[in-house]
Structure formats: structure tokens, C-alpha cells
């Protein structure tokens, strides 16, 4: 069962890079790492998905070393804005569940 | 801008009383989850539906909790008969398979918050 460990905070300020890591140690062969971003009295929203390797979108990126056993969501040049929980989620195949995190709250400071 | 709806968006009920709550998922995704969020426990997956087809509902507590997809528009979540630990907010999200279950892009509505007093 694909368990996942997050930092439970960060704290950040304008303009700076915001590197968030995942440890998710039992994740399966078959599994893919998706990141979701959550602000107060909303749901989840998806950020970015990938299996390895590194995978950029015009949000974030998403690094995951050979192993698969973490993942690194990298936010370049956060603003107040980005101040959110931020979540990795893992597994679902053969009945498992899929597990988010406990998340990762991230405070954007001026 | 397609999205997924939920209702109702809030919920104040008395324990022993039936709570039903509604999703629309987007149309064309043919995956619907179900998952409750409460600070202590986060977000927990309590069911997901595939074509309608429930495929796993483990995450949910059988005696009083069912979910139902009636059609491809409206999936469900009933509460019956409702305690003061079920309250929390649920979240629907629907999705399009392509692959394995992680592999999913969900999409979440804008959650029902359940008060059982």
C-alpha cells in the first residue's frame, strides 16, 4: 500500500523557488505521482502528473529520481497566491487506495 | 468551463437523520470518487465508481454510508442514519480512465460541508 510523507509545512517569500518532496517508499510498478493544490474551502485542484523522469507544465515541475521512491514538486517564483496545502498522491492499482498525503501547507510571505 | 457540481453546498442536520448528497461530474468522465475531508484524518477516499460501476467503496463504513451512481449525470452519497463523527466535508471528483487509477486527472467539485449536531 503506497504511503506517502510530506514535509507538513514550508514557509516562502515572493519571487523565490519553492521545492516541496514526497517520500513515498512501497510505491508500485505501475502507479503514477500526481500533485494537487487545495486552498481553503475548495476542493483539490489537479497541479501535475508524471511517472519519471521530469515532466514541466506551465504551473510547475515535477522531478522523480530512477528509484520512484520520491518525488520533488518545484514552484518557480511563487507569489501569495501559491500560498496553499499542496498534496502528492500515489498508488490505485489492484484495489489499492489512493492515499493523499497529509499535505503539505505552504505560506507565502511578501 | 466544464465543471463538477455538488449538493447541497452546506448541511446541518441531527444525528439519526438520512443526509443525501449530490454530484454532477463533468460531462464524458466516466469516474466518479467520493472522499471525505476532516482535519484530523485529511482527505480519504470513500468510494469510486467506473461506468457507473462501483469499484471500490472499502473506504467507507458499510452500516450506514451507501453511494449509488443512478445515472451518468448524478452520482450519490447517503448517510443514513447520520452521527456527529460523520461531519466533515465530501468531496466528488470525476475523472477519465486512461490507465491505472493514479494515472487519473481528477477533477473535484466545490464540496458539501455536513454539520451533524
Known amino acids: 500500500l503506497a504511503k506517502t510523507t510530506q514535509p507538513i509545512s514550508m514557509d516562502s517569500y515572493e519571487g523565490q523557488e519553492v521545492n516541496i518532496t514526497c517520500s513515498h517508499n512501497?510505491?508500485?510498478?505501475?502507479?503514477?505521482i500526481t500533485w494537487y493544490q487545495q486552498f481553503p474551502s475548495q476542493g483539490p485542484r489537479f497541479i501535475i502528473q508524471?511517472?519519471?523522469t521530469k515532466v514541466t507544465n506551465e504551473v510547475a515541475s515535477l522531478f522523480i529520481p530512477a528509484d520512484r521512491k520520491s518525488s520533488t514538486l518545484s514552484l518557480p517564483r511563487v507569489s501569495l497566491s501559491d500560498t496553499a496545502v499542496y498534496y502528492c498522491?500515489?498508488?490505485?492499482?489492484?484495489?489499492?487506495?489512493?492515499?493523499f498525503g497529509k499535505g503539505t501547507t505552504l505560506s507565502v510571505s511578501s | 468551463d466544464a465543471r463538477v457540481t455538488q449538493t447541497p453546498r452546506h448541511k446541518v442536520t441531527e444525528m439519526g437523520q438520512e443526509v443525501t448528497m449530490r454530484c454532477q461530474p463533468i460531462l464524458g468522465h466516466n469516474t466518479v470518487f467520493w472522499y471525505r475531508q476532516t482535519m484530523m484524518q485529511g482527505l480519504e477516499l470513500l468510494a469510486y465508481f467506473r461506468n457507473r460501476a462501483p469499484l471500490d467503496d472499502s473506504g467507507m463504513p458499510k452500516d450506514r454510508f451507501s453511494a449509488e451512481m443512478p445515472d451518468a449525470t448524478l452520482a450519490t452519497l447517503k448517510i443514513q442514519p447520520s452521527e456527529p463523527r460523520d461531519s466533515a466535508v465530501y468531496f466528488c471528483a470525476s475523472g477519465l480512465a486512461s490507465g491505472t487509477l493514479s494515472s487519473y486527472e481528477q477533477y473535484f467539485g466545490p464540496g458539501t460541508r455536513l454539520t451533524v449536531t
Open positions: 508524471g511517472y519519471k
Open positions: 498522491l500515489v498508488g490505485g492499482q489492484a484495489g489499492t487506495a489512493l492515499i
Open positions: 512501497n510505491i508500485a510498478t505501475n502507479d503514477y
